[in-house]
């Protein structure tokens, strides 16, 4: 699927006065739903380039992020209309690194490319869990993926963006040749600030989003079955209400008294489009992270929204400190329980949720594009001066 996501004749946006740009984006993130990250911070990054006056022409590579959508991102790069495309735009963007296969014949249409990695690859690998022979095996073929892609088709893009400094920080540690890097940071959902602050309604349910076919949210629910749920009595258990594409309690077959009765207790509602009916019916939202990279939005958005939000360290990583300050954090198992506890007894009030709300105020999607915007002029004009020197 591909096309141009803005107006025919663009116009720069009311405060930038420098000529539109016009950006060729190919991502592997068309066909996921919208709890999925990656497709959330494309499609709203884009959309928000495309109001600031920017031409978009978007290239949704076929199959699920992996090793399908490398494999046809680099059959799709060696077709006339895609060298066309490239050709047509001032700057390339490459949405994911699932779309660097597509280098090589980038390198050679002589336009500056731009990679959007947002979450380090090395930090994502890097926690995977390794328990098992079978979990040892899948780190040590991931890991040995990274290596043709970070070390030989990373080095030839002319830019990369990370959605945290830490993800930055870890690639520059690992990749011999890193280009240039800066921060995009995410938005979130601007509707969701316009939610009433509301006391949490007492019999609602603690609400945990996530795209459940994302194998570190199967972890997290994992971690949570095995380490937190056996420490929580049934009542409080069955007050979990997990939502999202997906189904988390499929991820173990009968016969493990813990998963047994996890399924038996807590409801999976699935897929939501109403972000903001989930969390104003909610008492307050839960995201026991164990594995990732990058920011999650399931910790930001229930600030806007006004609910408090239980996670881990893990989940907060990336986050500022007066951000960090409005979240409840634990790590361990029991401290997550404990604290599980404590949230149904005192979600918070509405003077703690304007506090969290006004932290997250700036964390626009507007605001991410202009970073964004910076970031691709300044791959532009980097690539000029190469060009005229």
């Known amino acids: 699927m591909s096309g141009s996501t803005d107006a025919p004749s663009p116009q720069p946006h009311p405060e930038s006065s420098a000529a539109p740009l016009r950006i060729f984006a190919a991502t592997s993130y068309g066909p996921h739903t919208a709890l999925t990250g990656g497709r959330l911070r494309r499609d709203n990054l884009l959309q928000a380039l495309a109001a600031r006056g920017h031409r978009i022409d978007?290239?949704?590579?076929?199959?699920?992020?992996?090793?399908?959508?490398?494999?046809?991102?680099?059959?799709?790069s060696l077709t006339p209309a895609f060298r066309e495309r490239a050709r047509a735009a001032d700057v390339v963007l490459l949405g994911d690194v699932f779309v660097l296969p597509m280098m090589p014949v980038l390198a050679r249409t002589g336009r500056p490319v731009l990679v959007e990695l947002v979450d380090s690859p090395y930090r994502l690998v890097g926690a995977a869990p390794r328990r098992t022979p079978a979990e040892r095996a899948s780190a040590l073929f991931q890991a040995a993926q990274l290596v043709p892609v970070m070390q030989v088709l990373l080095p030839m893009a002319d830019a990369v963006t990370y959605i945290s400094g830490e993800d930055g920080e870890v690639d520059r540690a690992h990749v011999k040749r890193l280009p240039p890097d800066s921060v995009v940071p995410n938005g979130i959902e601007s509707s969701l600030l316009?939610?009433?602050?509301?006391?949490?309604?007492?019999?609602?349910?603690?609400?945990?989003?996530?795209?459940w076919r994302y194998p570190p949210n199967r972890e997290s629910y994992e971690w949570f079955v095995e380490e937190v749920a056996v420490h929580l009595a049934d009542d409080v258990l069955a007050r979990v209400r997990t939502f999202g594409a997906g189904d988390p309690r499929s991820a173990r077959g009968t016969g493990d008294a813990r998963w047994d009765r996890v399924r038996r207790l807590v409801e999976h509602a699935g897929f939501v489009d109403s972000l903001a009916r989930v969390y104003e019916e909610a008492h307050a939202t839960v995201a026991p992270v164990v594995r990732g990279a990058g920011v999650n939005n399931k910790v930001l958005e229930?600030?806007?929204?006004?609910?408090?939000?239980?996670?881990?360290?893990?989940?907060?990583?990336?986050?500022?400190?007066?951000?960090?300050?409005?979240?409840?954090?634990?790590?361990?198992?029991v401290d997550f329980a404990a604290e599980l506890e404590d949230l149904l007894r005192a979600p918070g009030?509405?003077?703690?949720?304007?506090?969290?709300?006004?932290?997250?105020?700036?964390?626009?999607?507007?605001?991410?594009?202009?970073?964004m915007e910076e970031a691709l002029r300044r791959v532009v004009a980097a690539h000029a001066a190469r060009s005229a020197g």
């Open 58 to 76: 978007r290239l949704d590579v076929p199959g699920a992020p992996g090793i399908s959508s490398a494999a046809n991102a680099g059959r799709l």
């Open 194 to 211: 316009d939610l009433p602050l509301t006391t949490p309604p007492d019999g609602g349910y603690l609400a945990w989003l996530a795209d």
């Open 302 to 333: 229930p600030l806007a929204a006004g609910r408090t939000v239980l996670t881990t360290a893990i989940g907060s990583r990336g986050l500022p400190p007066e951000i960090r300050a409005h979240l409840r954090i634990a790590s361990t198992g």
């Open 349 to 371: 009030s509405v003077e703690e949720a304007q506090g969290a709300r006004a932290a997250v105020q700036a964390l626009s999607w507007d605001a991410a594009a202009v970073r």
